[in-house]
T-cell receptor, first 115, second 110 residues
Framework: EAQVTQNPRYLITVTGKKLTVTCSQNMNHEYMSWYRQDPGLGLRQIYYSMNVEVTDKGDVPEGYKVSRKEKRNFPLILESPSPNQTSLYFC??????????????FGPGTRLTVL | QKEVEQNSGPLSVPEGAIASLNCTYSDRVSQSFFWYRQYSGKSPELIMSIYSNGDKEDGRFTAQLNKASQYVSLLIRDSQPSDSATYLCALTDSWGKFQFGAGTQVVVTP
């Protein structure tokens, strides 16, 4: 089944404790992206990757890191989480970033709470 | 100023009627436009994509794009209770950056 998977789905942690949220897709997609969703603010792009070893900042990259060492994986790293990073996180992927191939498919989401 | 604007709603629509959702954007270099549906607690799912001016129809859904007016809309015909959700407008430029609106909540009433 073609899908985007995220782990963990739920995470409660404490301020400053490094964490990684994994994202994997099995569709051989070039483009992958991370979003956070907060009430009233909609989805905001954190980082995106057009291909292996190519990453770019979205609108809200502060406090996050990403890497794209393999095509299928795009982990999101919070080196020192803070309470303002409490949010619902989505990973998404698309065939490419080119028009007509840039329809994104979303993972199930990761609900993160930072105490 | 928010770059992708949607009316937050809720938009109340009688069952069987047409729901009309609007989205305006400020970035003139936007090339691709999308409508996503999101049920509460779930991930967004793609309904429509549109890339050129005009109308695009898919089943009960019609997307309309007017790049000169920086406006994209979605019509849902014969609205069903299962259409009750939040609808997200999204757009992207040719460099891969995506922007989403905050969404319009649609409530279809029997």
């Amino acid at each position: 089944e073609a899908q985007v998977t995220q782990n963990p789905r739920y995470l409660i942690t404490v301020t400053g404790k490094k964490l990684t949220v994994t994202c994997s897709q099995n569709m051989n997609h070039e483009y992958m992206s991370w979003y956070r969703q907060d009430p009233g603010l909609g989805l905001r792009q954190i980082y995106y990757s057009m291909n292996v070893e190519v990453t770019d900042k979205g609108d809200v990259p502060e406090g996050y890191k990403v890497s794209r060492k393999e095509k299928r994986n795009f982990p999101l790293i919070l080196e020192s989480p803070s309470p303002n990073q409490t949010s619902l996180y989505f990973c998404a992927s698309s065939l490419s970033s080119s028009a007509s191939y840039n329809e994104q498919f979303f993972g199930p989401g990761t609900r993160l709470t930072v105490l | 100023q928010k770059e992708v604007e949607q009316n937050s709603g809720p938009l109340s629509v009688p069952e069987g009627a047409i729901a009309s959702l609007n989205c305006t954007y400020s970035d003139r270099v936007s090339q691709s436009f999308f409508w996503y549906r999101q049920y509460s607690g779930k991930s967004p799912e793609l309904i429509m994509s549109i890339y050129s001016n005009g109308d695009k129809e898919d089943g009960r859904f019609t997307a309309q794009l007017n790049k000169a007016s920086q406006y994209v809309s979605l019509l849902i015909r014969d609205s069903q209770p299962s259409d009750s959700a939040t609808y997200l407008c999204a757009l992207t430029d040719s460099w891969g950056k995506f922007q989403f609106g905050a969404g319009t909540q649609v409530v279809v009433t029997p």
